[in-house]
């Protein structure tokens, strides 16, 4: 599975980002994680390709919304109400498993697109 992000970019606290994840083919459980500098990765949001189950991270729960597009194949986060502590690069990544949001069982990763959210 190839996965390419987009959608990064500069914005103001308070401000809103849409980010996009196009994947080759589908896997059961699709899902985001971003790292900061100095920092591990870690899980921000995940959906099954199906829609029936979702999770967040605690940190981004009511301010950021998974979603997909079956026609085209992409997963979206919709992040809203950035803070500066969001600020990092994130990542999309699939798994051929059951619904998980452990980085380790994630197979598949895009190459990251950059968030910057500034005070």
């Known amino acids: 599975v190839q996965l390419q992000a987009s959608g990064g970019g500069l914005v103001q606290a308070g401000g809103s980002l849409r980010l996009s994840c196009v994947a080759s083919?589908?896997?059961?459980?699709m899902g985001w994680f971003r790292q900061a500098p100095g920092k591990e990765r870690e899980f921000v949001a995940a959906m099954t390709w199906g829609g029936s189950t979702t999770d967040y991270a605690d940190s981004v729960k009511g301010r950021f919304t998974i979603s997909r597009d079956n026609a085209k194949n992409t997963v979206y986060l919709q992040m809203n109400g950035l803070k500066p502590e969001d600020t990092a690069v994130y990542y999309c990544?699939?798994?051929?498993?059951?619904?998980?949001?452990?980085?380790?069982?994630?197979?598949?990763w895009g190459q990251g697109t950059q968030v910057t959210v500034s005070s």
């Open positions: 083919r589908r896997s059961f459980t």
């Open positions: 990544a699939a798994s051929p498993r059951g619904f998980t949001v452990d980085r380790k069982t994630f197979d598949y």
